[in-house]
Antibody
Framework: QVLLVESGGGLVKPGGSLRLSCAVF????????MNWFRQAPGKGLEWVSH????????NYADSVKGRFTISRDNDKNTLYLQMISLRVEDTAIYYC????????????WGQGTLVTVS | DIVMTQSPDSLAVSLGEGATITCKSS????????????LAWYQQKPGQPPKLLIY???TRESGVPDRFSGSGSGTDFTLTISSLQAEDVAVYYC????????FGQGTAVEI
C-alpha cells in the first residue's frame, strides 16, 4: 500500500525556518520523481518544488526560489523541504506527492502538514 | 507559466443529474511525441488531499467510478459527472503537467 507521511510543520515567526519531511512506504522511492505542493487556507493548489529520481534536477516556483530547498534521501525513502526566510504568505498545508511513471501525473499524495507563519 | 482557467467556480446539481466542468489552458499541453494531453483532474474533499480522477485528459484512474469522464485536447478540456452522487460533493481541480504544474482555481460541486 502506497503511503506518504509528511511531518515537520508548525508555527514559526516571519523570517524563521522549518524543515519538512515526507516518509514514503509501499513503493520503490528511487523510481519516482517527487513534488511538493501547498494550499493556503481556503485557497487553491499551488506547486512548490520538484526533484528528479537522482537529485540531479530540481525546480522551484518563483514564489519560493532562493528560500526553499528540496532534497531526498533514497536510502531513507524520505523527501525533504528546507524552508528559510519564511513569510506570512507561506502559511499553508504542504503536501508531498509522487509523480507517476510514464507521463502520469501526481498519483499519490500525503495527508499534508500545516505550516503557519505568524 | 501555463495558466489554467476553470469554469464555473461553483455548481449546484441535483442528485442523479449530470455536471460539467470546463478547463482551458493558455497554451497547448499536448505532447506531440506521445500524442497525450498532459491534463489531470483531481477531486478534493474537506480535510483531505487531492485524489487523482483522470489523467491524459480522458483516462480514468484505477478505482474511479465510470460516472466520471474526461474529454478534450490541445487547450480545451471537460470533466463530466454523469449522475451525481452525494459522495461527489467536493472541489474539482484541473492540472497541467506539461510544464511546471499549474492548477485551475477549482470548481465547488454541491447538491
Amino acid at each position: 500500500q502506497v503511503l506518504l507521511v509528511e511531518s515537520g510543520g508548525g508555527l514559526v515567526k516571519p523570517g524563521g525556518s522549518l524543515r519538512l519531511s515526507c516518509a514514503v512506504f509501499g513503493f520503490t522511492f528511487n523510481d519516482h520523481s517527487m513534488n511538493w505542493f501547498r494550499q493556503a487556507p481556503g485557497k487553491g493548489l499551488e506547486w512548490v518544488s520538484h526533484i528528479n529520481t537522482r537529485s540531479t534536477y530540481t525546480n522551484y516556483a518563483d514564489s519560493v526560489k532562493g528560500r526553499f530547498t528540496i532534497s531526498r534521501d533514497n536510502d531513507k525513502n524520505t523527501l525533504y523541504l528546507q524552508m528559510i526566510s519564511l513569510r506570512v504568505e507561506d502559511t499553508a498545508i504542504y503536501y508531498c506527492a509522487r509523480r507517476g511513471l510514464g507521463e502520469r501525473p501526481d498519483d499519490y499524495w500525503g495527508q499534508g502538514t500545516l505550516v503557519t507563519v505568524s | 507559466d501555463i495558466v489554467m482557467t476553470q469554469s464555473p467556480d461553483s455548481l449546484a446539481v441535483s442528485l442523479g443529474e449530470g455536471a460539467t466542468i470546463t478547463c482551458k489552458s493558455s497554451q497547448t499541453i499536448l505532447y506531440t511525441s506521445s500524442n497525450k494531453n498532459q491534463l489531470a483532474w483531481y477531486q478534493q474533499k474537506p480535510g483531505q488531499p487531492p485524489k487523482l480522477l483522470i489523467y491524459w485528459a480522458s483516462t480514468r484512474e484505477s478505482g474511479v467510478p465510470d460516472r466520471f469522464s474526461g474529454s478534450g485536447s490541445g487547450t480545451d478540456f471537460t470533466l463530466t459527472i454523469s449522475s451525481l452522487q452525494a459522495e461527489d460533493v467536493a472541489v474539482y481541480y484541473c492540472q497541467q503537467y506539461y510544464a511546471a504544474p499549474t492548477f485551475g482555481q477549482g470548481t465547488a460541486v454541491e447538491i
